[in-house]
C-alpha cells in the first residue's frame, strides 16, 4: 500500500520530497500546481527538490549554484493555471513555465516528479506551491519512491506519467515531455505489475472522478460509512455534491440503508479554542430523511501542536487544505487521497467540464485507513448548525482574459550565431485569430512592438532582439500581449529553448566571466561561483586575482604572461570536462556555457578582433583549446558516450570556425610554415587518441 503524508501528522512535507543522492543527481524535474508561489518555488522548493539541503537564498553565491545545478538538469518543467498566475515567473530561464487557461475549468492537479539515474519520485495530493501548502496548511499527500530496490510504487508512478498528457491538455508542454520520457525509461523496467492495493486517477473533463470512485468499490458489499474531508463545498440545493452522489450510490445499491456520513470542514471561531465547523447555507436546507443517511459535520482542529512551535511563539493556525474522501464497508475501505475538493466541478458532479485533478484511490482493510482523517475539536454538529457560517466556495475557472490563442512564447538560437537569441512566437489555431494583436517589450508602456499579427498571420513568428530588447527580456522574463478580444493587456510568461540556454547569462544580473577570470578558474584559483560576482565586494578571491591599478605591475596586457597563464590551465580544462559526463545537459554546458572552452576561445577571439592579441598568440590559444576539447572525445562512459562524442563534434565545429574567422580577418598571420606544422601535429596527436 502507498505511503501517505499529512501535515497534520508529519509538518516537514517538503523534507519527504528531498531525493537522496545515493541515487544519482537529479536529471529533471515536473511540477504542476493550481497556485505558484515564485518565492517559495526558488528559495524553498527548488533546492530541495534538487537536493542541495539547507538553503540561504540571501547568498548571492547560492544563487549562482542553483543556477549551476539547473543547468546539468535535462528539464525542469512547471505547469500552472493562468487564473491565479500574476506576472512573475520563476526566477531562473532555466525552469520552463507553462500558464495556460481553458473555457470553463481550471488546473487543479498537483503532481511532482523528480526523476534521478537510480529512481524516481513522485507526490500527489492537495498543496499547491506555495509555502502555505508546504509550511503551514493541514495537507494530504502521498510520496511515491520508485527504484530498482524498491518496485512497489513503479506501477503507480507509470501508470501517472502514461495518462498525464491526456490529462493535462492545454497545460502539457515539451519540456513536460521530456521530463516524462526521462521518467518512464527509469521507471519501465521495474514495473512487475499492477499495484493491488492502490491506483493512481487523473480526472477532468467528461471524466467524472465520482463515478470512478463507485466503480472501484466492490459491487458485493454496501459503503456503511462515508467520511468527506474538504476545505471547499459547492451549493447543494436544489442538488449538489452530496446529494447527487448518495443518489448514485443508492442506484448501484452499495449504500447501507442507515449509512453514516460525516463532513471534516474548516473551523470557525467562536469562543476562545470553541470552534464550529462551516458548510454553505444550502446544506441547512437538505432533506435528510429523504437522502436516508444520518449525517453529521466536525470541525478540523486548526490549532498547531505545542512540539511544533516555538517556545513563547504565538498560538498558530494551521487551515485545512487536505482532499480525502474515505468510505468504509464491514471489511473494506477505500479512500481518494488527491486534489479535488468535494465540489461539483471538483468530483464532476454538475454538467460543467469538470476541473483537471489528480490524486489516488487507496484500498484496504476497514480501520487500516483511519490515519487519513484529521483530528477534530468540539463535538459533531448538524448540517443546519454547520451551515450557519458561510464556507468559502471553490473558485471558478477564471473570468479574466488570457489570451489562449498565443501558445508559446520563447528565446531561440539565432541560426549560424549560437551566441545570440531570436524571439519565437507559436500561436494556437490560427483559424481562431479573429482580430489584431500585438507582443510589445516590457516597460516600454507599448512603444516598443516585438510582434503584431492579425487572422491569417501564422502558426510561428520568429524576430531579432536588439541587445537592449534582449536585456529586458531577460530581466522582466514576460512580454505585454495586447488583442482584440482584450481591452486591457495580459504579461504572458517566456521561456528559453534549451539549446539556446547556453547562451543565457548565468543570472540577468551577473557579470559575463572575461578572458583572466576564465583562465584563472581553470588553473584552480578562483571558485566557480566567484565568476559572477555581481561587484567587487561579492567576491574576495575574484578581486584579489584581477588588475586593481594597486598592484606594481598590471601583467594582464603582457601578451607572455597572457600566455604561460593559459598554458596553466590547460590541464583545468580537462579535468572540467571529465567531470562534465554526469548528464547530457552538464556535458553541453561544460562544452557551451558561459564558462567552458567555448566561451574562452570567443574571448580569445574577441582580444584578437580587438587588437589586444596577435593574430599567432591567438591562434595557438585556439589550437590548444581545440586540444583539450579533441581529447575529450572519450571521457564520457555508457549511456552517455554517443550523446558526448555529438556535443564534441559541436564544440570542434565551433572552433574551427572561430579559426577560419581568425585568418579570413588577418590574412597570412596564421599561415606560416612553423605554426602550420604545429597546428597539425597537435591535431594529429589528440585524433590519435580519440580515435
Given at each position: 500500500m502507498a505511503k501517505r503524508s499529512s501535515s497534520s501528522s508529519n509538518r516537514k512535507l517538503i523534507d519527504r520530497l528531498q531525493p537522496d543522492l545515493k541515487d544519482g543527481h537529479v536529471e529533471a524535474i515536473l511540477a504542476t500546481s493550481y497556485e505558484f508561489d515564485p518565492d517559495f518555488f526558488d528559495t524553498d522548493l527548488l533546492p530541495t527538490l534538487l537536493g542541495l539541503g539547507a538553503w540561504d537564498d540571501l547568498s548571492w553565491r547560492a544563487r549562482i549554484a542553483l543556477e549551476r545545478e539547473l543547468a546539468a538538469t535535462s528539464a525542469v518543467a512547471l505547469a500552472v493555471d493562468a487564473g491565479p498566475y500574476r506576472e512573475r515567473r520563476p526566477r531562473s530561464l532555466r525552469v520552463d513555465l507553462r500558464a495556460a487557461s481553458e473555457p470553463g475549468r481550471i488546473m487543479h492537479a498537483k503532481v511532482t516528479v523528480v526523476v534521478q539515474p537510480r529512481a524516481v519520485r513522485l507526490a500527489v495530493g492537495s498543496a499547491n506551491i506555495t509555502a502555505n501548502g508546504y509550511r503551514n496548511n493541514r495537507e494530504a499527500v502521498t510520496v511515491l519512491v520508485a527504484s530498482e530496490k524498491n518496485r512497489a510504487h513503479a506501477a503507480l508512478i507509470a501508470a501517472a506519467l502514461e495518462n498525464a498528457p491526456a490529462a493535462l491538455g492545454p497545460w502539457w508542454s515539451p519540456a513536460c515531455e521530456q521530463v516524462r520520457a526521462r521518467a518512464q525509461s527509469r521507471v519501465a523496467p521495474w514495473v512487475d505489475g499492477p499495484s493491488d492495493a492502490a491506483s493512481f486517477v487523473w480526472s477532468g473533463g467528461k471524466d467524472r472522478l465520482f463515478e470512478r470512485f463507485i466503480e472501484?468499490?466492490?459491487?458485493?458489499?454496501?459503503?456503511?460509512?462515508?467520511?468527506?474531508?474538504?476545505?471547499?463545498?459547492?451549493?447543494?440545493?436544489?442538488?449538489?455534491?452530496?446529494?447527487?452522489?448518495?443518489?448514485?450510490?443508492?442506484?448501484?445499491?452499495?449504500?447501507?440503508?442507515?449509512?453514516?456520513?460525516?463532513?471534516?470542514?474548516?473551523?470557525?471561531?467562536?469562543?476562545?479554542?470553541?470552534?464550529?465547523?462551516?458548510?454553505?447555507?444550502?446544506?441547512?436546507?437538505?432533506?435528510?430523511?429523504?437522502?436516508?443517511?444520518?449525517?453529521?459535520?466536525?470541525?478540523?482542529?486548526?490549532?498547531?501542536?505545542?512540539?511544533?512551535?516555538?517556545?513563547?511563539?504565538?498560538?498558530?493556525?494551521?487551515?485545512?487544505?487536505?482532499?480525502?474522501?474515505?468510505?468504509?464497508?464491514?471489511?473494506?475501505?477505500?479512500?481518494?487521497?488527491?486534489s479535488a475538493n468535494f465540489t461539483a466541478q471538483g468530483w464532476g458532479f454538475s454538467d460543467a467540464p469538470a476541473h483537471v485533478e489528480a490524486g489516488l484511490f487507496v484500498r484496504g482493510r476497514r480501520g487500516e485507513l483511519?490515519?487519513?482523517?484529521?483530528?477534530?475539536?468540539?463535538?459533531?454538529?448538524?448540517?443546519?448548525?454547520?451551515?450557519?457560517?458561510?464556507?468559502?466556495?471553490?473558485?471558478?475557472?477564471?473570468?479574466?482574459?488570457?489570451?489562449?490563442?498565443?501558445?508559446?512564447?520563447?528565446?531561440?538560437?539565432?541560426?549560424?550565431?549560437?551566441?545570440?537569441?531570436?524571439?519565437?512566437?507559436?500561436?494556437?489555431?490560427?483559424?481562431?485569430?479573429?482580430?489584431?494583436?500585438?507582443?510589445?517589450?516590457?516597460?516600454?508602456?507599448?512603444?516598443?512592438t516585438l510582434v503584431e499579427a492579425g487572422p491569417g498571420g501564422g502558426e510561428e513568428h520568429v524576430v531579432a532582439l536588439s541587445a537592449e530588447a534582449l536585456r529586458t527580456l531577460l530581466r522582466e522574463q514576460h512580454v505585454i500581449v495586447h488583442w482584440w478580444a482584450c481591452t486591457d493587456s495580459t504579461a504572458f510568461p517566456i521561456n528559453v529553448d534549451e539549446p539556446a540556454r547556453d547562451a543565457l547569462p548565468i543570472a540577468p544580473e551577473a557579470k559575463k566571466p572575461g578572458e583572466h577570470d576564465l583562465v584563472s578558474y581553470y588553473q584552480g584559483r578562483i571558485a566557480w561561483e566567484e565568476l559572477f560576482a555581481m561587484s567587487e565586494d561579492d567576491a574576495t578571491s575574484k578581486q584579489a586575482l584581477s588588475f586593481d591599478g594597486k598592484s606594481l605591475v598590471d601583467t594582464t596586457r603582457i601578451e607572455s604572461y597572457r600566455i604561460r597563464e593559459f598554458v596553466e590551465a590547460l590541464r583545468g580544462i580537462r579535468d572540467d570536462l571529465k567531470s562534465a559526463v554526469r548528464s547530457e545537459a552538464s556535458m553541453r554546458f561544460a562544452l557551451r556555457g558561459p564558462v567552458s572552452p567555448i566561451a574562452l576561445a570567443r574571448e580569445v577571439f574577441a582580444s584578437a578582433r580587438g587588437g589586444k592579441r596577435t593574430a599567432v598568440a591567438a591562434g595557438f590559444q585556439l589550437i590548444e583549446i581545440r586540444a583539450c576539447v579533441l581529447d575529450a572525445s572519450n571521457y564520457a562512459p555508457e549511456p552517455h558516450r554517443e550523446q558526448w562524442r555529438k556535443l564534441v563534434d559541436s564544440a570542434l565545429a565551433d572552433l574551427d570556425q572561430l579559426l577560419a574567422q581568425l585568418r579570413a580577418e588577418q590574412p597570412g598571420a596564421l599561415d606560416a610554415t612553423g605554426f602550420h606544422t604545429y597546428a597539425t601535429a597537435l591535431a594529429a596527436h589528440f585524433e590519435g587518441h580519440s580515435s
Open positions: 472501484a468499490w466492490p459491487q458485493n458489499e454496501p459503503i456503511q460509512r462515508l467520511r468527506i474531508i474538504s476545505p471547499f463545498w459547492s451549493e447543494e440545493v436544489p442538488t449538489g455534491p452530496l446529494t447527487t452522489f448518495i443518489a448514485r450510490l443508492r442506484r448501484r445499491n452499495v449504500l447501507a440503508g442507515d449509512g453514516e456520513v460525516d463532513l471534516y470542514t474548516e473551523a470557525r471561531a467562536i469562543q476562545k479554542d470553541r470552534f464550529q465547523p462551516m458548510l454553505p447555507p444550502s446544506y441547512a436546507r437538505l432533506d435528510i430523511e429523504r437522502l436516508a443517511i444520518r449525517a453529521r459535520v466536525w470541525a478540523v482542529d486548526p490549532r498547531v501542536s505545542k512540539d511544533e512551535i516555538e517556545r513563547d511563539a504565538v498560538q498558530a493556525i494551521r487551515c485545512l487544505h487536505a482532499k480525502v474522501l474515505l468510505a468504509e464497508g464491514a471489511k473494506t475501505s477505500l479512500a481518494y487521497v488527491g483511519d490515519a487519513l482523517i484529521p483530528p477534530i475539536t468540539g463535538e459533531a454538529c448538524t448540517l443546519a448548525e454547520a451551515a450557519t457560517a458561510r464556507v468559502q466556495l471553490e473558485g471558478q475557472a477564471s473570468g479574466s482574459p488570457w489570451p489562449r490563442f498565443i501558445d508559446d512564447v520563447r528565446l531561440v538560437e539565432d541560426v549560424g550565431h549560437c551566441d545570440r537569441l531570436r524571439l519565437r512566437v507559436r500561436v494556437n489555431n490560427v483559424e481562431d485569430v479573429a482580430g489584431a494583436w500585438r507582443l510589445t517589450l516590457p516597460g516600454s508602456n507599448g512603444a516598443m
